[in-house]
Nanobody, 117 residues
């Protein structure tokens, strides 16, 4: 089982980035996929999640700016991040959890997003 995030980097405030997470080793379509992030000195927090049916939910801090999506044919989820703020700076992690078994879950290694001028 593997989750690999990509797309992180340095961006100016107000800019955009698109993160990707590609999965392998499990039946992707059966898994709820979630983006988390962790800023230095802070707890890891949920950013956005997407169900197996494609419904999504967001943290209040990113609503209207971030969009999560999934492509089951490519075993990939995306996080489109617009209007980025300095407080979005964090390591972003991809998480997979089987829809009917909470203990069947996996994490990616993370990708750094830095928002700074």
């Amino acid at each position: 089982v593997q989750l690999v995030e990509s797309g992180g980097g340095l961006v100016q405030p107000g800019g955009s980035l698109r993160l990707s997470c590609t999965a392998s080793g499990f039946t992707f379509s059966n898994y709820v996929m979630t983006w988390y992030r962790q800023a230095p000195g802070k707890e890891r927090e949920l950013v956005a999640t997407i169900s197996t049916a494609g419904s999504s939910a967001y943290a209040d801090s990113v609503k209207g700016r971030f969009t999560i999506s999934r492509d089951n044919a490519k075993n990939t989820i995306y996080l489109q991040m617009n209007s980025l703020k300095s407080e979005d700076t964090a390591v972003y992690y991809c998480h997979a959890r089987r829809w009917n078994l909470n203990t069947d879950a996996y994490w990616g290694p993370g990708t750094q997003v830095t928002v700074s001028s």
